[in-house]
């Protein structure tokens, strides 16, 4: 089933479910040290893309009998892969986290935002879903903006193990939800197009 089954377009993106041929650019924004910088212990990964490329085959098969995982996202102009967006369950926040991770050369230019309302979206018209949280350490400042973009709001914190630090949790309820947790004003169907992909209100990121 995974988080989408069919494409959702934005208005500069294509939200599509991920696929094994995604792995090796996984892997190559995982090597990048600015990237990794703010995710978990911060440590970019060095381990050659034959050792993750079946990791994340099985990790895709997994995924694919829930309604939860990170989808791809990419540009419509050009067809080019960025980085991806997805809900995951979290047990150390308490429900679905929403997070989000792309390539360097795409940074600032909104994307994130831009996919991280529609992944809300479907969170809550699609899963139904209440609640989304995020977590973020504190000195991810893009992070933290994006997650303020959306409508995210301070909801705690927590400390990650293996980074050894506290992170920012940051939550947003489902608004004005009606029948199965979908917001009053957005169609009921998921082949919407989300022409703005930056929603009103303000909601977070992952850790890690
Ligand atoms: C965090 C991340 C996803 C943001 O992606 P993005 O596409 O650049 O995000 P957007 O362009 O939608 O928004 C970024 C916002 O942060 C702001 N920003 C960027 N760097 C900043 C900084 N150092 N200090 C303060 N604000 C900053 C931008 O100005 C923008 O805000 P604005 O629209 O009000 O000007 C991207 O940097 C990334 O992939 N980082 C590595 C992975 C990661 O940290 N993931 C999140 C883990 S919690």
Redesign the pocket.
């Given at each position: 089933m995974t988080l989408i089954h069919k494409p959702i377009e934005t208005a500069r993106l294509i939200l599509r479910p991920e696929t094994p041929a995604d792995g090796e650019a996984i892997h190559r924004m995982n090597t990048d040290p600015e990237?990794m910088r703010?995710?978990g212990d911060g440590i970019p990964w060095t381990s050659p893309v034959e050792e993750f490329l079946p990791q994340h085959r099985q990790a895709l098969a997994r995924a694919a009998a829930e309604r939860y995982g990170n989808v791809s996202v990419v540009l419509r102009e050009s067809g080019e892969y960025i980085?991806w967006c997805g809900l995951t369950p979290e047990k150390r926040i308490g429900g679905m986290q929403l997070?989000?991770?792309?390539f360097r050369h795409?940074?600032?230019?909104?994307?994130?935002?831009e996919a991280a309302g529609a992944v809300l979206a479907v969170g809550f018209e699609s899963l139904g879903l209440d609640r989304i949280c995020a977590a973020?350490f504190p000195d991810?400042?893009?992070?933290v903006?994006?997650l303020e973009?959306v409508g995210m709001k301070p909801a705690g914190q927590g400390f990650h193990e293996k980074a050894q630090r506290h992170f920012h949790i940051y939550a947003i309820e489902c608004p004005a939800p009606t029948g199965r947790g979908r917001p009053s004003s957005m169609p009921e169907s998921e082949d919407r197009v989300l022409t703005g992909g930056r929603p009103e209100g303000d909601t977070t990121?992952?850790?890690?």
């Open positions: 990237v703010h995710i980085g997070g989000y991770r792309f795409a940074w600032n230019r909104g994307y994130a935002t973020v991810n400042l893009a992070s903006r994006v973009k990121g992952n850790a890690g």
